[in-house]
């Protein structure tokens, strides 16, 4: 089954400089969720995506910025980038809305800031 | 407050060994959902099961079960007869319906280690 597909899968960047990083969910799912994971912690909420529509608002940083295209593939665009962005950024993708139904996780974009 | 707890933060046995991993939760939704993950070394977030509030019937999934008791909050994952591929860190989550608009609140996770 396809599963959610995230690019780059690693990605290397200095401070201050910006990155964009790419999901495409499981095909027919309308609902996209972006978390952020350091080492040894669990997954942060960041943003999520409802019928190409922002439909709930984590501890993403005012840096980022995210949106969801007409096809249901979602950017997440990060600038100014620091240090502590280093992390390890997973897209979930869901069907019906942010709801009770299961996330599904892409394979994660490990992000390093130098 | 910590809504859900996986007080073990590291567990090792050797393979072939039976392993549970506890999952205590804390709600005060009557409907609510609970799930476990599975994160390999390789860093992909496995979907493993989900579990609504209104059905407390035990799963097996292969060598893999899990026992759902809403008198005690607990949601644990028992791995029958461990293999080397079941070591990862392996985290519970719950979704809540009126208090957190279902988002995923998660555990700190579990690192499972089998040795061989």
């Known amino acids: 089954a396809a599963g959610v597909i995230q690019s780059p899968r690693h990605l290397i960047k200095e401070k201050r400089e910006t990155a964009t990083l790419k999901c495409y969910p499981i095909p027919r799912h309308d609902t996209v969720y972006w978390y952020q994971q350091g080492p040894g912690q669990d997954p942060q909420f960041l943003i999520s995506f409802y019928e190409k529509m922002q439909s709930d608002k984590g501890s993403i940083p005012d840096r980022f910025s995210a949106q969801q295209f007409s096809d249901y593939h979602s950017e997440l665009n990060m600038s100014s980038l620091e240090l502590g962005d280093s992390a390890l950024y997973f897209c979930?993708?869901?069907?019906?809305?942010?709801?009770?139904?299961?996330?599904?996780f892409g394979p994660g974009t490990r992000l390093l800031v130098l | 407050a910590q809504k859900v707890t996986q007080a073990q933060t590291e567990i090792s046995v050797v393979e072939k060994e039976d392993v549970t991993l506890d999952c205590v939760y804390e709600t005060r939704d009557t409907t609510y959902y609970l799930f476990w993950y599975k994160q390999p070394p390789s860093g992909e977030l496995v979907f493993l099961i989900r579990?609504?509030?209104?059905d407390e019937q035990n799963e097996i999934s292969g060598r893999y079960s899990w026992n759902f008791q809403k008198s005690t909050s607990s949601f644990n994952f028992t791995i029958t007869a461990s293999q080397v591929v079941d070591s990862a860190v392996y985290f519970c989550a719950l979704s809540e319906d009126i208090y957190s608009n279902y988002q995923l609140i998660w555990g700190a996770g579990t690192k499972l280690i089998i040795k061989p």
């Open positions: 979930a993708s869901s069907l019906g809305g942010p709801r009770r139904e299961t996330q599904y």
């Open positions: 579990r609504n509030s209104f």
